[in-house]
Structure formats: structure tokens, C-alpha cells
């Protein structure tokens, strides 16, 4: 029970990820890849508030929301310089920056050594469950709003023909960045949950493979499409664990996983690549 415990919480924390930066990708059509940065600021900046300064989880995850809003809005402001190719790639870039300084800044995040002892909001993991899933809903029915109102249908347009949004007199530019903005302060709760439930965190939870993992759980499940979105959190967290119980050989077993894990990924995106419930193709 406490195993399918555990993976429901991590299904929770990843469907908060992937609605967030399906707000990105799907809905505006900014292809990112520096998803981990905000999920890992919100983690650490969390992590060191509590540990640090004894701050309570409810104080600690709305300070960590605003951190890395704050830095999203100096990385968005770079980011909105390029266009297409040039965006993925400085994208790119600042994921690998964020990480750098997680790894090296060890008089504040301790390096690879990481923090541990981080204190959780509830006792138990049933109720640490109850939590992300109440935060999860909660992230569901603000993106629902977001996406269904002027403000969403502007996203759209701007994804579909950015140009001829210009022509009708709106700024481009500054609906990017608010939606790179508010896509950043919800990794960012993700964040702050994973730190609170592991308990430890380190800077290889938050590196660029993370980045394509999150990428990867909303094209297979669908891109513009919330619950998309979360049928790709529970496809590609639960896979991985299906796929222990096939009766691999134990001398190649975790090799063999890899190869199934990725050949469903592969077949998948050839006869659906729209993803599971996708209504938008990169």
C-alpha cells in the first residue's frame, strides 16, 4: 500500500509539472526545456527556508513560488530575444546554469552533497498523498480557467500565427512572459511538494534530463490538452515500475526495461504523435 502510496504522490508532483509547462509548449507553442531550473529553484529555495531559517512548509512554498517567478522574469526577458531553434537552445542553456549553480554554489546548497533533513507538512504519506492531490486540482482548475479565458485564447493565437496577433494590437511579447512567468511559479510548487516529501534533495533530480522528462510526459500525453497532461504523468511514472514485474533476467534486467520502456515511447509517437489525447502537434 505505502508503494502505490508513493507513486501516486509522484504522479501528483509530475502532473503539476506537466500542466505547467504544457501552458508553455502546448498552449503558446514556446518549446522549453528549462523546466527543471524552476522545479529545482522551487525545491531548494523551500528546502533551505525551512532547514535554514525554520519557516513552516506553508510559509516556505509561496516564498520559493516567488523566487523563481522573480528569476523566470529575468530569464523570460533574455528568452523572448530569440525565436523557434535560437529559444530551445537558450533555453537549453539556462537549465544548464541553474544546474551549475545548484552543483557549485555549496555555501548555500551544499553541492553534490545536497540538503537533507527537510522537514514535512504531515506525518504520514497518506496524507502528504491527500496534499499533492489537493494542490494538483487546484493547479488543474487554474490552468482550466487560464486556458479557457481572453487570456488563453491570445496564447493560442500567438502559438498558431504570432505575427498576425501583432497586426490586431497585442504585445506578443508580454503574454510570453507572463505565461513563462506563472508556468515557472507552478514548477515551483512541484518543487517545494518533492522537497518536502523526499526530504533530501541534490542537484541531479534537476538537471536537463529532468527538463526532457517533464517535456516528454506532455507530448506523449497530448499537447493543448490538460488532462493530456496528466494521462502522461501517470503513463510515464507507472511505466518504469509496470515494467519490473515482466520477469526480465536479473543480469539484464534494468537494460532491458530501458529498451521496452523506450520502444513503447517510439511506437507510441510514430501511430499517435499527437500524443494520447493531444489536439496540437510541434
Given amino acids: 500500500m505505502e508503494y502505490l502510496i508513493h507513486l501516486g504522490i509522484l504522479v501528483g508532483i509530475y502532473g503539476i509539472l506537466g500542466l505547467s509547462l504544457n501552458l508553455l509548449v502546448g498552449f ?7 523546466h527543471a531550473a524552476f522545479y529545482g529553484l522551487g525545491a531548494y529555495g523551500a528546502a533551505l527556508l525551512m532547514v535554514e531559517a525554520g519557516w513552516s512548509f506553508w510559509l516556505a512554498w509561496p516564498a520559493a513560488l516567488l523566487l523563481a517567478m522573480l528569476a523566470s522574469v529575468l530569464i523570460g526577458l533574455v528568452l523572448s530575444r530569440f525565436r523557434a531553434d535560437y529559444y530551445v537552445l537558450a533555453s537549453f542553456g539556462f537549465n544548464v546554469i541553474v544546474f551549475s549553480l545548484f552543483l557549485n554554489l555549496q555555501s548555500v546548497t551544499r553541492g553534490p552533497l545536497g540538503i537533507s533533513g527537510i522537514p514535512r507538512p504531515v506525518a504520514s504519506n497518506l496524507s502528504f498523498l491527500l496534499l499533492t492531490l489537493a494542490f494538483g486540482f487546484l493547479t488543474y482548475l487554474f490552468c482550466r480557467w487560464l486556458t479557457r479565458s481572453s487570456f488563453g485564447r491570445v496564447l ?5 500565427d504570432e505575427g498576425a496577433i501583432q497586426v490586431f494590437g497585442y504585445r506578443a511579447a508580454h503574454y510570453k512572459l507572463l505565461i513563462f512567468v506563472t508556468a515557472a511559479g507552478l514548477a515551483a510548487l512541484a518543487g517545494a511538494l518533492y522537497a518536502s516529501y523526499i526530504t533530501f534533495i541534490d542537484p541531479s533530480t534537476f538537471n536537463l534530463s529532468e527538463s526532457i522528462f517533464i517535456l516528454a ?8 490538452n490538460l488532462r493530456g497532461s496528466l494521462a502522461g504523468a501517470v503513463c510515464l511514472v507507472l511505466l518504469p515500475e509496470i515494467l519490473r514485474f515482466v520477469g526480465f533476467p536479473s543480469e539484464v534486467a534494468a537494460q532491458m526495461r530501458q529498451l521496452v520502456y523506450g520502444l513503447l515511447l517510439v511506437v507510441l509517437m510514430l501511430h499517435r504523435p499527437q500524443g494520447l489525447v493531444g489536439e496540437y502537434k510541434l
Avoid: E, M, P
Fill in 28 to 34: 503558446t507553442g514556446l518549446l522549453s526545456v528549462t
Fill in 156 to 160: 493560442k493565437a500567438i502559438r498558431d
Fill in 217 to 224: 510526459i506532455i507530448i506523449l500525453g497530448g499537447l493543448a
